[in-house]
């Protein structure tokens, strides 16, 4: 709106370095409490996880921001930390490309499998890459065999969550100038998000369209972890 790119945006509010605190643990649900934001900054996101064990282990985010917001946020999502040894994909929902609100006309659903390096894309300049909207179900694999297993749980409208696998989180990609610049994975990253922003940022060109921009609102997505 004011022309400045959406990273600038992003910057400027502290998107870049938000801390989390938790507020409250029930340990009888579970249920955790954790509270977002950049310090110095009045603006903040209450998160709460619900986790259910049974023979499964679901998990349910709740995601409410303060009112005070004024800018779009790049994704509403969860990180796991997994081991680096875990470099394989098989899912069932969009693919077999990345795709994103503003360039899914290619993606189809079906069932794909994929290496870490073949999901994400190597560009001249280091950036977030890989989405894949709509995720049913994953499995995630070393070279001995499956070792993570989940399936996303529908909203009331029938929407997923998409997910990305990664060797690097988004500071570490923030940071390089070229591919050679990132040191060698020492995690594997998963994200879970249940929206993202589309690709267009002003960074060249134009910025994201209305209908792809994703504006601060109250959210709630679920995952089953599998055995």
């Known amino acids: 709106p004011d022309g400045r790119s959406s990273e600038s945006r992003w910057r400027e509010r ?58 779009t946020w790049p994704r509403v999502g969860v990180r796991f930390g997994l081991p680096p040894t875990l470099r394989w994909a098989r899912w069932f929902g969009t693919g077999p490309h990345e795709s994103y609100p503003d360039s899914r006309r290619a993606a189809r659903v079906g069932t794909f499998a994929a290496s870490l390096d073949e999901l994400n894309v190597r560009y001249s300049r280091p950036q977030e890459t890989g989405h894949r909207p709509g995720l049913r179900t ?34 570490e990609l ?9 040191a060698p994975p020492t995690r594997t990253y998963l994200f879970l998000d249940d929206a ?4 267009g940022s002003a960074a060249c060109g134009v910025d994201v369209a209305p209908q792809h921009s994703l504006w601060p609102g109250a959210r709630a997505f679920g995952v089953v972890f599998a055995a």
């Open 174 to 182: 923030d940071r390089a100038r070229h591919p050679h610049e990132l």
């Open 14 to 71: 502290g998107l870049d370095r938000l801390v989390h605190r938790v507020v409250a643990v029930d340990p009888d649900g579970p249920v955790v409490r954790i509270r977002v934001g950049a310090a110095g900054s009045a603006r903040t996101v209450d998160v709460t996880y619900r986790w259910t064990v049974t023979d499964e282990v679901a998990l349910r985010v709740e995601v409410v921001p303060s009112p005070d917001w004024d800018c």
């Open 138 to 171: 994953l499995e995630v694999s070393d070279d001995a065999g499956v070792r993570l297993r989940l399936r996303t749980v529908p909203d009331p409208a029938g929407h997923r969550s998409g997910f990305t696998l990664t060797g690097h989180t988004p500071q």
């Open 196 to 199: 993202v922003h589309g690709l």
